[in-house]
């Protein structure tokens, strides 16, 4: 454990280094603590950190703050509503300045108070809205707690926690670790003890058996907890395997909070009383689908959806107002509103970018055995002769998967209209969309002529009002579809000088599809991409700027990747083609029926967002219920406090009501400890890791993967040893002997020679075997000296008893 001393230097040289993470605040302007949360995303291709904070409920509530006031940005969107709702008569007054503007009584750090036209426009209820502080930061209305993170509050690391399969114990030193640094970082060190910790794995876990899964969770908990002071009141509830429609569920929360329909729904009225927005999430090993159905769906499918319970934040009371209820208003704030979602959540398993792609090429490797006569028992005796014909592939690219523990080879084939019909059948040979296993009859191949159909769609999942059901694509959905329109770009900057108005004008709009999707452009571009050879592409990729180039295999997958967003959205999914098929009655709105993005208001998309908004929304209902009781000086089972106290958020399935999940720590579990102002002279245990900070993104696979065969060779290698040791010197002599005549060796060891410079003695180069033989033969016994022999005897018959004495006689210390 480093010291105080050498762990501030450390500190020291850290702020030096671009990669320094500043720690968080411990308090707000207004000397308001702030409560921290970490959450780990443990999905298949990788785990990703995120820190995020909000204003601590108690404390607030003590100082009477007000709470649906923040400062922030003004709804992304606004510009848009302003030029279809919102007469542009005020105009005049957007412009004025203010140099005594404060944020709730105290002024905002000295910032810039001038007020441009894009700060004022869209207030609806003029009477609610404060006067906008800066051009980019204002002091907005929010009706739910504001939650918080920066750009450096994030770390991601690859591979995803299921390639542990095979070796749980390792997890820790070679995956967790550079998350805790991270998080460890950013959270005051005051703060660790009272902040929670989340890690939440989804698809990539989900594949593995029930015992990898808890060898993995066990092997996490283990290590956290051992080496870190972040709370984990309960390792079932924080590390865990969350179910898809959870998933989901997070991050339709998250989505909406960033789109700003939460706190300002009056500015995303689709129509029906309608105003979130539905999210298709795509990622490696599964999709989710979420979206709120229309009423007459609602009604029908009451027990296939789930019920979201959230209560907005408490509004300071009005002291001039005569007509306030005692039942209204507790202290010195209104009883905060609640407001309930039905949600339908579904995690298409299988249907993620990479499965889906495994699924494909798994379904060309059986359609060629089929049509070639082999069968399963061939293929592991090599009849596969030449590689196999992907037509989503380039021309002249190959590749080698492993399908069901066997190598087989592809090869590019270029062929777009092949590549969708080669897709579909993953598509339509799933059971998802139909109940009995039967056939679909709306699960077919589109053309001009044909609607779309919806393959993965059944009588149990509600269907989508495309007039209201407005979606957010992200993840996958995103990064398929970026990357396919940057190509397009890249050309048009290569030929910019010969382009003209025209042709600007049609950049223009395809850069704008790049996060509103539109089917016209996005099928043109794929079947561009995918009609180009290998080598093309290469020359196109190098067109663009090194930072955003694609690696070789990235940029042959391109075209699948692309393709498989057009089948499961249009063949799937049932959306429709906007400009082919009938147009909803809204398209012309300034809300479109699928945008596609990766960040909203300067925020990167995180289901674990809305994990954090459930949490701290519990957190501030307890608070407040804290507050109605110590302030009324209620018993907590009187009856005026049964009718006071607010329910606690959480969601549950409408079929299984009584399973309700808490947005904090659930129920009987001891929520996080409360707020004590920290001790400068405090001294805290730092771990190692906890200054050694690295930004590396992948861990080698030295690490992650069993070693097996290098555990064998050393054991083999100490067997060995140990046998050789136990031959005993004579037993390795003769075999050193055997071996040094077998091999023939010219080299003769000289045994009794200790003189490590002098170990073998060369053989003459002028002798022959046969003057060694003789020499051998030469040699007789009758040749010893006299000295040996004893008098009276034969030298012959001497040496024969002298060599039987030696050979009985037993050496005694008594002897001199």
């Known amino acids: 454990m480093p010291t105080i001393d050498n762990l501030e230097v450390r500190k020291t040289k850290k702020k030096k280094d671009k990669n320094y993470i500043k720690p968080g605040p411990i308090y707000s302007d207004q000397d308001i603590p702030y409560d921290y949360m970490v959450i780990i995303d443990a999905g298949s291709s990788g785990s ?66 001038t007020i441009d036209d894009s700060d004022n426009v869209g207030n609806i209820d003029e009477s609610n809205q404060e006067e906008p502080t800066s051009p980019k930061k204002s002091l907005v209305d929010i009706k739910f707690p504001k939650i918080k993170s920066k750009k450096k509050w994030h770390q991601k690391i690859k591979p995803g926690i299921s390639s542990f399969n095979q070796s749980p114990q390792k997890i820790g030193n070679h995956h967790i670790k550079y998350l805790l640094t991270l998080a460890s970082s950013v959270v005051p060190k005051s703060q660790h003890y009272r902040t929670p910790i989340f890690l939440h794995s989804t698809a990539g876990m989900r594949l593995l058996t029930p015992t990898q899964q808890q060898q993995i969770l066990t092997s996490i908990c283990n290590y956290i907890t051992n080496n870190s002071d972040f709370y984990i009141p309960e390792c079932s509830s924080h590390i865990n395997v969350i179910d898809g429609d959870f998933e989901g569920i997070y991050g339709w929360l998250a989505i909406n909070s960033l789109k700003g329909s939460f706190d300002h729904p009056e500015l995303h009225n689709h129509g029906k009383s309608h105003y979130t927005y539905g999210l298709l999430d795509m990622g490696g090993a599964s999709t989710q689908v979420v979206f709120q159905p229309n009423v007459t769906e609602i009604e029908e499918h009451q027990k296939s959806l789930y019920r979201i319970n959230l209560n907005q934040l408490p509004q300071l009371t009005n002291s001039t107002s005569e007509d306030e209820s005692e039942f209204d208003a507790v202290g010195s704030y209104y009883v905060p509103n609640k407001v309930d979602f039905n949600i339908y959540s579904d995690s298409f398993l299988g249907f993620g970018m990479y499965q889906a792609h495994t699924r494909y090429l798994e379904s060309l490797f059986h359609i060629y055995l089929q049509e070639h006569g082999l069968n399963d028992h061939d293929r592991y005796y090599g009849n596969i002769g030449k590689p196999i014909v992907d037509p989503c592939l380039p021309k002249g690219y190959t590749t080698t998967a492993v399908l069901d523990d066997y190598s087989v080879d592809f090869t590019g084939g270029s062929d777009f209209p092949k590549c969708l019909e080669m897709i579909f059948p993953v598509i339509s040979n799933s059971t998802h969309g139909t109940l009995t296993g039967g056939d679909n009859v709306n699960c077919k191949q589109f053309n001009e002529q044909d609607q779309v159909s919806s393959c993965l769609l059944n009588d149990l999942i509600p269907s989508f009002d495309f007039d209201i059901n407005h979606f957010v694509g992200v993840s996958g959905y995103w990064e398929a579809i970026n990357n396919l329109l940057s190509y397009d770009e890249a050309t048009k900057r290569d030929d910019n000088e010969e382009e003209d108005d025209e042709d600007d004008d049609e950049s223009d709009d395809k850069n704008e599809s790049a996060d509103t999707y539109d089917y016209k452009i996005i099928y043109k571009e794929t079947t561009k991409l995918c009609s180009q050879s290998f080598s093309s592409l290469i020359e196109l990729n190098k067109l663009k700027s090194p930072e955003t180039r694609l690696s070789e295999e990235e940029l042959a997958e391109l075209c699948f990747k692309s393709s498989w967003v057009l089948n499961f959205l249009h063949l799937g999914l049932g959306f429709p083609r906007f400009g082919i098929d009938d147009e909803p009655s809204q398209i012309n709105s300034p809300f479109k029926s699928l945008q596609l993005v990766e960040e909203l208001d300067g925020s990167a998309f995180s289901w ?37 106290v607010l329910r606690r958020p959480g969601l549950y399935y409408s079929a299984a009501p009584s399973v309700y999940h808490f947005g904090a720590e659930q129920n009987g579990i001891y929520p996080r400890p409360q707020f004590t102002p920290p001790d400068k002279d405090a001294k805290y245990h730092h771990y190692d890791y906890e200054t050694n900070y690295k930004s590396d993104s992948k861990e080698s696979k030295w690490y992650i993967e069993p070693h097996r065969w290098y555990g064998i060779f050393i054991f083999m290698f100490l067997l060995g040893f140990i046998g050789w040791l136990m031959l005993g010197r004579n037993g390795r002599s003769l075999i050193f002997d055997k071996l040094r005549i077998k ?68 050496d005694s210390d008594d002897d001199e």
């Open 608 to 644: 674990t967002l809305g994990r954090a908004i459930l949490y701290a929304n519990d957190e501030y209902v307890q608070a407040f219920n804290n507050y109605t009781l110590s302030t009324l000086q209620l018993e907590q089972d009187s009856p005026r406090a049964q009718d006071l």
């Open 48 to 113: 990703r950190v995120y820190v995020y904070n909000w204003l601590n409920p108690e404390y607030s509530l003590k100082q009477d703050y007000e709470l649906t006031k923040a400062k922030g940005k003004l709804p992304a969107n606004i510009e848009l509503f302003k030029q279809f709702t919102i007469k542009k008569d005020d105009e005049s007054e957007s412009e004025g300045e203010s140099d005594n503007e404060t944020e709730n009584g105290n002024e905002i750090n000295g910032e810039d108070k």
């Open 743 to 810: 091999l023939g060796r010219f080299m003769i060891p000289v045994f009794g020679n200790r003189n490590k410079n002098q170990t073998y003695m060369p053989v003459k180069q002028n002798q022959t075997e046969q003057d060694d033989l003789e020499n051998a033969a030469g040699f007789e016994l009758d040749e010893l000296s006299s000295e040996d022999s004893k008098p009276g005897k034969s030298s012959s018959t001497a040496s024969d008893e002298d060599d039987i004495d030696r050979q009985f006689k037993i």
